[in-house]
């Protein structure tokens, strides 16, 4: 039984599907074709360029992302659809803004002064600390009134902030239900009463909450109070007549003159509070009303209450006094900015005596310090400032900020007194961006020449850097705000501060100057690191610097080429060394072009090493995985072009620093890929051979079989095509002696599931390896002292070793080698090489090899097939396999019908 | 049991002379009839004059009796003798605002201490021997007529409180460290608008616990050929709850209060007028206490110390 010759010219031709050409896209809607276009010339050009592409931008498809912008409303036509000028005050909207928005600084201030523990209650507050009459018990009640002092001494005592907050909840539950019962004198009574809290200065850092509090139910009076008003207009002067709805964009001569009286009468009640505080607050709670009575929004009311706010000695009840103000403006008159000013103004000046420790003895009695102090006014003057910024005209910003005395009056010369530092900070964190660029030069030395214990210089820089980043100064400008700035920065002591200015200031930097620029800012930023290590917060502004460096668009080699981000990275330890490595690291694998420049390794390879370092034997796998995922992602980038040598001694580099993580493979791949290019460079060919013995030596330190076995196949292809059939075949041994290795690791379920794709289990996983060498067995020539079938004899013997290999399967496998051994051409033979039947032209010793290696593959394959033994291996039927190898015959069929 | 009830149809009970004020008188009985004598409404005003006992004396403010002067009366029958169906009747009427014979104008209704005007509405449904007659009134009011007056000009009056103008009770402390007070007042002005003006706090040496300006009615009556004056506070505003700095103006807004005010006026037998007090309240030291014990010179509590002055004011209705 001799083995078959093939045609496979003739063989692929018959066994190619017959094709026809296409006239049209098949994802394309058809479409009749145009009468000029024939079927010939269709047929000539049906190419997907002319039949247009599914996502051709040109073809007719429907996509509903593109109707976006033309549902979506200019931002100018969203603002004409609002009502007209007499509504827009009144109206429901900027009451619902104002309220959602305010909604959200009530979360932050009640969470930025978090008051827990006891609060000691003075005898203003007895309306949170008595509970609701309706709750007290006959005997409760007696006993308050038998015991009146009793009553003082518990009032007096320590309360639960806990309990003062569930009481004012409570109390603005209560105003409603009296409200709801008619009562509504009780309301009003019981609103002043809960007003008056805020008298009530004592516990300065409970102030805050009490505010939001009280101002919750003063909402909820305002709104009670419009309700009722509107419900009395809709009843109109007689009782007993129809009630009539009042129209949507109704207006003051809408309204009834007995809706007007009772509005009128609310507010004498409110003007017949005695105390200055408590009557602000109803006041501006009932603001809204004014519509029923007043053209226009009630500007003048407005300016009146700012310039009453003068009466309020107290800082702290002031400034929330004026922060309610800020809050009823915004809801019924959002474009008056007149009251707000003046009222900052005044503020300013109890502001400035705060600063200046004119109120520390009072400070003192409340365990308070000064800096506290100044935190619990920060929310009143940030708000303040974000609405008096809020949709103001530019051309009003310049006259805004002299008025404050920002910036230097348009006759020119020094403002008289500067600003406190926090009302800068806020001015320069929310003014608008075009603004703060084109006035960026005398913002900067405004914040450069502002300095006190309200704000951190350090925090102005930010907020300035943070702007300029984003809306960059005049072109001719840009040195000078940077150098203004730097001059003053640099000057820190405190290394936070500076690395905190530093690192906003960086991406300015960045954007609008060149790499001198940031070498020399990097320069001082590694001067200052050379100081005692950097305190936590500062190694967390590093971190984000260095981060804004390497994303920034300043070229990655470049910088990686500077010394000064070695002393930055340098400068981390622990776990932030660690995560800055993964930061440098990421950004190089990132970068979209190889790295091919040897000054940039430096501080690579520090970064992976304090990876690798950070890995050591008791680590878990899983833990591994993520640094060695990085360093088999760099490895490839780092190309050095036309410089062969030196990149192996890279990898070689790298093989030795990585020991402890797997990232062998990526090195043999990258050896590979430098021999398959210096191959085609034409570069020496021991510069070849020696990228493939570096392959040759560090696939042996690939612990994990089945990437070793692949690792070794690619070794022995590349090797082949080179023309080095040396170490092709040493590879190619490397890889049958896997095999045995790779049958364990498969049969350990536990890493079944990392079988490569796309072989779904380890068996396939092996088979497409057998594969895959039986078809470099027949490629690669094997060397002539161990005889031409020595592989092949390897690895039938290595097959056979393997339990859930059958000879049926090994059969499978090595019979369609065997037969094209046999052939005096190969389907795809490796350029330059001959195929073996014909390198040893018809040598009858090579041939009856062959017909013998195939008779006792056969042989064993067949009685395995009888044994039974097939059923271990599910495989191809033996059958076709032997039609295919053989020659048909006798010798064959009766074969056949033996199996 | 059967029952009366006066409604006015105006809701806020305000009227002006001249007006006619119509309401509805309802009786309920859960008989089915009620027989009555007539039904008759009383509409009266009058100016009820009280003697203070700090102007005249405890006994002689008891002895001197001062009549009450009117200035509406009006009675009519709303409705014949005859019987009222049951359970309600419904029967409207109307009076004509106008002055008594005896009087030549209605005045606004005003409460005070002293003086006060007032006008009600009655009712009486006359029922025969043996049954009570049933009887309900109600109050209304009666403001000038609105609109006939320009509003006055803001004629503004300067004001300065120093040491120099206060009594000498003031004390030596607060004198020698002085204090100026300085402002205007608006003091022609209207009653539905608020007093306004300004204040500036120009130099305080003593610690200020507030600054207040207090409107004083000064209701004098006629009693034996002489008038008893008596000032007493209507209503006190705060403007600062402490020292405000020094040169900023504040504004005063003071909304007079309803039925309290009302327009300065002079009759022969009375008059009411008003006065704006801006008042200083100090916080002066505790005197200094000899004790033995050395903390009982601490528990002595300051004390407050007040320095006022006083602008007319004349009211209008406009």
Redesign the interface.
Known sequence: MSLRMRNYELDESRLLLQREPCFHHPLLPRAAPRQEDGPAKACATAGPVEAGLPLDLNAEVDDPLRHGPAVAVPWEQRRERRPSDGRRWSGEEQERAAAAEWEGRKAAILQRFTASGSIAVTASLDVVTQPGRARLSAAQRLEQLEHPQRAGQEASRQVAVADVVARLRELNADLSSAWVAAERLTALRLAIKVARLLLDVSVPHFYPTLFVLVTDCLDTVGGLVWTRIVRKAEEGDTPTGPPKRLPAGFTWRDVPAAAQETCRNWFHKVGAIPELLPRLYLELALLRCYHFLEPAPPAATLARLSAMMRGLTHPLAAAYAHLYLVRRTAAVAPTEKAPLVSGLRDRLLQYRSVLAGHHDPALQRSALSRAAYLQLLDPPLEITIQALLKDAPPAQLPGLLASLACLAPSQGGPPVALPPAAVVLHLVAHLPGPFVAAQALPLTRLVAATSDASAKQAALFCALGRQLAEHPPPRDQQAAVLNDTWKVVARFSDLGDYLAVADVMLPFVLRHFGLPEVEVLLRDIARHLRGPPPPPAALASLEHLLDTLLAGPAPLPHLLALPQVGAVLAAFDGDRRLSASRCVLEAAINWPAPLTDPACLPPLLAAARALHDAVDPTVPPAARAAPARLLCRLIPKVAFRNDTERQLAFLGDCRAAFCNLDVQGPLVHTALRLAVTSQRAGAPRDLVRACLAFCAVTLSAVAAPLPRLHLALATAEVAGSAGALAHAEGALRAAIDALPEVARWGQDAATAAAAPPPCSTPDAALEAAVRKLANLVLRIPASLDSGPLALLHRLRAALETLSGFSPVATAAVLLPVLAALAQPRLPAPLPGLPAPAAAYCGEPAYAADLASLAASVTAAAITAAHAGEARARVGPPLGPVLRLVFQPGDDLARMCAQL | MSSVEVKL?R??R?FHPGELLEGIITVRTPHPTLPHLGIWVKAEGTVNLQLSSKALGVLESLYSNVKPIPLLSSHFEAAPAGQLEGPTNQIPFSVKLDPAESSSVLLETYHGAYVSVTYAISVEVRRPVLKRTLQASAEFIIEGPRGRRPPPDPTFVDFALTPDNQPEALGSAIRAAGFQVSGRVATRCCLAE?LTGELRLDHCGTQLHS??LQVLRVEAVRVGGRMATEVTDV???????????AG????L???L??LLTCPTLSADAFSVAFRARVQLTFIAEPPRKWALRPDAATEARPDTVVASLDVPLHLLRC
């Open positions: 149809l809701v806020d305000i608020p600054i207040d209503q006190t505003t705060q403007i600062a709850d402490g020292a405000p700095p900023l103006a504040l504004p807004h003071v909304v209060p309803r």
